[in-house]
T-cell receptor
């Protein structure tokens, strides 16, 4: 079974509008962390935001916020006021707790295209 | 620049040749990870080190792959007798291993793109 599912292969958004990128996850571990990374066409993976399974509030980092719904096992990324430079691949990833839980498991990604 | 550094950025080689990639992590980071990313997919975990100890290896890491991290600083990933299916981007990441382990993000390098002819 897929541990991280990103159901939107591609998304368009108008510049200056907000956009939500979906991510659902599957784990039986009560302790886990969810990460979002941005990968521009140049290839580097840029860390955006983190949400811990025990965090009481949704994470926010500048224009990025995470809509964390634990019961639904979803961790959607919201980008407000989209900019042309936001055009990139976006990956959701999970790290599960426990001794063997140091790796990140990534979803298949969503390609975001910002229209001027 | 104090980020994760990978060398080379691109490698083109013939099938059957051996290749070696290098990763220099962020200096204070004691954990180092290798991932492989094929076109249109998310990265897949290969292996990771804490200091010089290799603590976990994925099933993706066949016998032709070997990784080292002598002295707990830079790391090398070697692929012997390369095959067409080895064509991918090889990403290195590093992180700190203290405090809330789950909270520490992994910081990635720009990757090495391998093309097998």
């Amino acid at each position: 079974a897929q541990k991280i599912t990103q159901t939107q292969p591609g998304m368009f958004v108008q510049e200056k509008e907000a956009v939500t990128l979906d991510c659902t996850y599957d784990t039986s571990d009560p302790s886990y962390g969810l990460f979002w990374y941005k990968q521009p066409s140049s290839g580097e993976m840029i860390f955006l935001i983190y949400q811990g399974s025990y965090d009481q509030q949704n994470a926010t980092e500048g224009r990025y916020s995470l809509n964390f719904q634990k019961a639904r096992k979803s961790a959607n990324l919201v980008i407000s006021a989209s900019q042309l430079g936001d055009s990139a691949m976006y990956f959701c990833a999970m790290r599960e707790g426990g001794n063997a839980g140091n790796m990140l498991t990534f979803g298949g990604g969503t390609r975001l295209m910002v229209k001027p | 620049d104090t980020g994760v550094s990978q060398d080379p950025r691109h490698k083109i080689t013939k099938r059957g040749q051996n290749v070696t990639f290098r990763c220099d992590p962020i200096s204070e980071h004691n954990r180092l990870y290798w991932y492989r990313q094929t076109l249109g997919q998310g990265p897949e975990f290969l292996t990771y080190f804490q200091n010089e100890a290799q603590l976990e290896k994925s099933r993706l890491l066949s016998d032709r792959f070997s990784a080292e991290r002598p002295k707990g600083s830079f790391s090398t990933l070697e692929i012997q007798r390369t095959e067409q299916g080895d064509s991918a981007m090889y990403l290195c990441a590093s992180s700190l291993a203290h405090g809330d382990r789950a909270r520490q993000p992994q910081h990635f390098g720009d990757g090495t793109r391998l093309s097998i002819l």
